[in-house]
């Protein structure tokens, strides 16, 4: 494809997308396609001679789009928001259109340079302290991830220098609770501290962590020989957003000398708003930070902030400095091939830098605000209605429901409330997440997509009563 | 920004981009800026209030650009070709403008099935059996450590479901060559192993594993009480394209019960061409390979395609099953979540989608078979001049070249060899990568950008002698 090729094939894929922006709300929001059935569409082997732009785009109409999930919905209510703001989606274009790769400062400095000061931008607006420095991966899976790794090297001094974590004399431990992330658990895992070294800490009535049950898991740890290394700490779990009290954790983390990991992958974006600064107060106190601006923020996937205190600690712990990466620059330059586990980079920091130009800070505080207060609307009409329960505090911008019509209780309940969401969800009106609170189904309303305005939680609520009938 | 907004900004977009790549020829191939150059003209705060496209777009042209290194210059030789076609840059914007998240196949069943459909694609397009099945991950860094994860679970019998590697009784012990790729001793170090218990197998002269030194190695370590877990060999090492040995490896492998990792994520492309597969033999025997499309495939960065033979064994080490992730299709689809590390995914599979059928299996193919002819015309060129040395065979598309002035060697040599490639580069005419060889500095000039005919390397080998004049 040619440079004029593309112009007039890439106005046609702009106008395409410009209408399934503009029509997203007239789509289904769960896609329809059954098991298997894209596969079958499509042909089995490679074609040999090349197709016309044209003959992928109708397969695109045809076979795609009806396995398509609408996230941009405004009545998308699933997982958490990912709305993918438009100016952010051209950030993201420009960066593939460029299609420079991040190794080495030198393999194009403005990839390196304006992620420095986008993710410091980042930095500021969410209060926190110059004492963070951010760099931008792709999942918090990848940061939690990270930061597990760098508790492990701190608290071995650098066992990955020697034997390993394999010839540790002592296990190390690492506590979270049962609300954190899966992703928490499975970074533990991987990490190589084994589920057996993994401790949940027990959580309150409001699904948060309980600080002095941590230090006493931690002091039946020391007992028996084995060395507590990481804690993890939630702000705004994914359930229901629930709060860790950071700064009772951090007290604990430093008398212990224990690394204090925060994911507010999802919540962060609302640290934007200094009124919900309260909810992560002692986040100073913690070792590293996650905050996902492709959440809630509007940045389009994926673009997750990872902040780390001691980033001398990290690159010493992800630095690999083969001959073909060294260059002339080196010492006077970031080369965040360091500061996480792949080598080659994304210009990543273009859909964050035209998010963040194009709304203006003020311009993402007033959406985040309407979509709490979205949040609270949604929680009175369900609080106030007979038969509908509130399960979980609403503090941010989930809120999580069940339906528990007279004399139906355990796995009965469990079976209608599935079967209600589903319902929902097959209707292509709207969608949302069902989830386990306490061993019983119960359902999230996410909310916080772009195209998301009271009018949308109205429907929202007359089609959960509808469909939850009994 | 309005869908009607985007649709004037991207179009907008979508030209200058077109000027870009119709332009490439006539930049500087490696950025002049200087550190913190650009990082300097950057506000040192966030916008509060909205800023208009045009001001972000007059910024890139005025600030960022100067820090662009223009990796589709047809005399782009560093690192390694990545073009970024652009069909398939088209389908990674339709990727980012449908915003869609892969977290269960629920959430966009198309982005799994396509993925599904493609990884198959290449795997055909190989010659590989049918017994393998793909995933796409973001890079070879992140593919090396899924792989050497795979073989410490293998070898511990699911070490991270009891006490993790840290209680695992002997240490287990990770094999590859001084020229395998760095990422692969970053990944053995995160993964736990441990320096101590990773061995540099050395090479024969060909910069080739030697496979009866990796079965010495092995005894020794067996004898010595340790667990040989995994060997990494390279199909087409970054510093010279060696081709280590699959066959013999893997003969050793099975006697000794190790996984056997194949990295040929740049060299991969090639075996779309029967007449390379040579250069692979034996690759059918090994646990995990991985090719990089968005090598000199010509994918847009990033897309890694990561195979595996025992898919069911990935997915026990990598799955996470919480009720938020359930779904009633469970069971019936693959949920890719469980193939790799991130639980979010893009929608990567479009950008390799519309390559191959825009390009067409033989539109690719003639294009490596032309970037292969230019790498065995540049050797000619190179081994007939007198003072200039070929230092490695040329199997692939690099060609490793040094000028040898009478009287020349050791460091001196190497400080020549470094201030001449340090000219050409900063002429901003070609770049190419200077690495160490064998403990000497030498010149790899990486071939295989789309626009590089001919003439581009009559133009290179013409500066390299100008540069290098003594």
Sequence with gaps: MTPDEFRKAGHRLIDWIADYRATVASRPVMAR?????????????????????????????????????????????????????????????????LGVIGLTWQSSPALTEVEEVTTDWMRQMLGLSDAWSGVINDTASTGSLVALLCARERATDYSLARGGLQ???????????????????????????????????????EFAMRPESLDAMIADDLAAGRRPCAVVATTGTTTCTALDPLEAIARVAKNRNLWMHVDAAMAGSAMILPECRWMWAGVEEADSLIVNPHKWLGAVFDCSVYFVRDAEHLVRVMSTTPSYLKTAADGRVKNYRDWGLPLGRRFRALKLWFLIREQGVAGLQARIRRDLANAKWLEEQVAATPGWRVVAPVRLQTVCVRHEPAGLTGEALDRYTLEWAARLNQSGEAYVTPALLDGRWMVRVSIGAELTERMHLEQLWSLMQQDAVR
Tied chains: 1, 2.
Excluded: C
């Design 167 to 205: 010839a540790e004399p002592q296990p190390l431990v690492v506590y979270t609770s049962a609300h954190s992330h899966s992703s928490v658990e499975k970074a533990a895992l991987l990490a190589g501290f084994g589920k057996a070294h993994v401790r949940i800490v027990p959580h309150d009535t």
């Design 33 to 97: 396609a059954e098991p298997g059935e894209i596969k079958a569409k499509l042909p089995a082997s490679p074609p040999q001679a090349a197709e016309s732009f044209e003959a992928i785009m109708d397969d695109v109409d045809r076979i795609v789009m009806p396995g398509i999930t609408t996230w941009q919905h405004p009545r998308f209510f699933g997982y958490f928001p990912s709305n993918g703001l438009l100016a952010s989606v051209l950030g993201d274009y420009l960066s593939t259109g």
